[in-house]
T-cell receptor
Framework: KAGVTQTPRYLIKTRGQQVTLSCSPI?????VSWYQQTPGQGLQFLFE???????NKGNFPGRFSGRQFSNSRSEMNVSTLELGDSALYLC?????????????FGSGTRLTVV | QKEVEQNSGPLSVPEGAIASLNCTYS??????FFWYRQYSGKSPELIMF????GDKEDGRFTAQLNKASQYVSLLIRDSQPSDSATYLC????????????FGTGTRLQVTL
């Protein structure tokens, strides 16, 4: 069965712009989480959505937002991009009630802000 | 103090040896503990998880948890070159089972 699909794979944006990243979870999975990975900070939790509701949120500024659609696909938006937002953004999905046991990560979107 | 700490490495072990990867965490309320493997340029994949004090074995991998000392470790027996990767320790706290807090990872190199 298809895995977690993230689009686009690579993205280059200019400081001040905004960006939208997309994540299609494994079919039947209702929980989608987003993580930011940088060399200095490692993997950091952004937020988690379950059945279109944000269930958990990490410690990121309000410029980072997300949403989940009725088909469980999720989008993440970053507004007013800063150089420090350059990172690998990973999405993970889980079936059932969620929880890291069943999480499968996508291949990620590598965002470069110039 | 970081919530989850790991030695960044690289940890170099010869093929066939035991690799020992360690992780400490600061929150005594941490409930679940995970080890992920991440190859360069790839996304993390779950190797093992552990909830209770003691050892949990799965093939060549053994996870060890000591909640009193707030550390969790991963042993890899009969290390293979294909085990060369970054190993990420992650924990969850009570009430936030879907939020993983990761360490920055230990890079393991298995040499021939």
């Amino acid at each position: 069965k298809a895995g977690v699909t993230q689009t686009p794979r690579y993205l280059i944006k200019t400081r001040g712009q905004q960006v939208t990243l997309s994540c299609s979870p494994i079919s039947g999975h209702r929980s989608v989480s987003w993580y930011q990975q940088t060399p200095g900070q490692g993997l950091q939790f952004l937020f988690e959505y379950f059945s279109e509701t944000q269930r958990n949120k990490g410690n990121f500024p309000g410029r980072f937002s997300g949403r989940q659609f009725s088909n469980s696909r999720s989008e993440m938006n970053v507004s007013t991009l800063e150089l420090g937002d350059s990172a690998l953004y990973l999405c993970a999905s889980s079936g059932g009630i969620g929880g890291p046991i069943g999480y499968t990560f996508g291949s990620g979107t590598r965002l470069t802000v110039v | 103090q970081k919530e989850v700490e790991q030695n960044s490495g690289p940890l170099s072990v010869p093929e066939g040896a035991i690799a020992s990867l360690n992780c400490t965490y600061s929150d005594r309320g941490s409930q679940s503990f995970f080890w992920y493997r991440q190859y360069s340029g790839k996304s993390p994949e779950l190797i093992m998880f552990i909830y209770s004090n003691g050892d949990k074995e799965d093939g060549r991998f053994t996870a060890q948890l000591n909640k009193a000392s707030q550390y969790v470790s991963l042993l890899i027996r009969d290390s293979q070159p294909s085990d060369s990767a970054t190993y990420l320790c992650a924990v969850t706290q009570a009430g936030t089972a879907s939020k993983l807090t990761f360490g920055t990872g230990t890079r393991l190199q298995v040499t021939l």
